[in-house]
């Protein structure tokens, strides 16, 4: 079986052209003719490849690399072997970002599957409106009133709702589902995203539980891009808002009514319940879990596998059930510890004396 290579770079890059992109400089000698023609971590490296290195503890990687190039700190250009240019930089990683977007520009969105323009296989509704260029591949449907901007792509299977609006230059994958909503431009849904279904509403009794209609919708700005498997739910009275640049993890759940703001960053399996409100630059680690109607402060961030069930306030760092200050529950599991290790050796000496 052959093995196929699914990013090709986009061609060969000089040392100076690297210099003149990302502002390094080569540290011991090496001529800035030579020639980059890919990226590669320290320890796969060829002759042709860029690497960088950004934490010491790869230190002995870097002592064998094969490469023609390494991205590395100040500290750390003496380490570079003998014949790998050092190319110096306050931040290898950013420099090394900055290059490969450069040379595998096609890694930055998720690929055609059948070929550009509307597919005979497509279903698109004649009512809809879509701008020139727009991809429509097999299987996808697009109903009735909805309009897309040009260069966006639906992906095959894809479900667009009547109605809905889409920018320009985005991209719905494979099997993503979209209704209710109104989308900015340059948004990214990775396979099987659900945008706009029903929220959870539901209005209890000892006689059972009856719907609530969710008459809302969900608005997604511009630069949004949501990973595999994730889903928002439209609003119950009002729209569920994700704002512009934020960038959300597979399988994240976003509850109805839910507004989250600029830049923000949610890892995977988070659970945001309704009416959660988050600031902008708000980040959130993997499997958070927000209580509804809860604020989070612009700035803040939280710690993996934490449960917000109170407001937090701008800009401070949070861990923990139920989250607190990062400074208060360290304190906290330092004294459990303590406590744990005292009441174990106390109940070792008075087994000793039985």
Not at 208 to 219: A, E, T, Y
Not at 221 to 249: H, L, P, S, W
């Amino acid at each position: 079986m052959a093995d196929p290579v699914f990013f090709a770079p986009s061609g060969p890059i000089t040392l100076d052209a690297i210099v003149a992109l990302t502002g390094a400089r080569i540290a011991n000698g090496i001529e800035g003719s030579r020639i980059v023609a890919g990226v590669a971590p320290l320890d796969q490296a060829r002759a042709s490849d860029l690497t960088f290195i950004d934490n010491p503890r790869y230190l002995p990687l870097l002592a064998d690399t094969q490469a023609a190039a390494c991205f590395c700190s100040p500290k750390q250009v003496a380490s570079v072997p003998a014949g790998v240019a050092a190319l110096e930089s306050a931040k290898p990683y950013e420099a090394y970002v900055a290059v490969q977007v450069r040379l595998y520009p096609g890694a930055l969105r998720p690929a055609l599957v059948s070929g550009a323009g509307i597919s005979p296989g497509a279903h698109v509704h004649e009512s809809a409106r879509l701008e020139a260029g727009v991809t429509v591949e097999p299987g996808a449907v697009v109903g009735a009133g909805a309009e897309i901007g040009s260069g966006t792509v639906i992906g095959p299977t894809a479900v667009i709702g009547a109605n809905v609006r889409i920018g320009r230059d985005c991209s719905i994958s494979a099997g993503a589902t979209v209704a209710n909503a109104l989308i900015g431009n340059r948004v990214i849904l990775h396979p099987g995203v659900r945008i706009g279904q029903d929220g959870f509403g539901y209005l209890m009794s000892g006689k059972g539980h009856s719907k609530v209609p969710q008459i809302g919708r969900v608005v997604i700005q511009d630069d949004v891009e949501i990973g595999a498997n994730t889903t928002v739910d439209r609003g119950a009275n009002r729209d569920t808002v994700i704002g512009e640049g934020t960038k959300i993890d597979n399988q994240v759940q976003v509850g109805h009514n839910v507004v989250i703001g600029r830049h923000c960053v949610i890892v995977s399996m988070v659970a945001l319940a309704g009416s959660v409100t988050l600031g902008d630059f708000v980040v959130l680690g993997g499997q958070v879990g927000v209580n509804g109607h809860v604020t989070i402060g612009s700035g803040a961030q939280v710690a993996a596998t934490s449960s917000v069930k109170d407001d937090l306030a701008p800009g401070g760092r949070y861990g923990g059930t139920p989250a607190r200050t990062i400074k208060e529950w360290f304190r906290e599991e330092v004294a459990l510890r303590r406590l744990a290790q005292r009441e174990a050796k106390t109940g070792h000496k008075d087994t000793q004396g039985d």
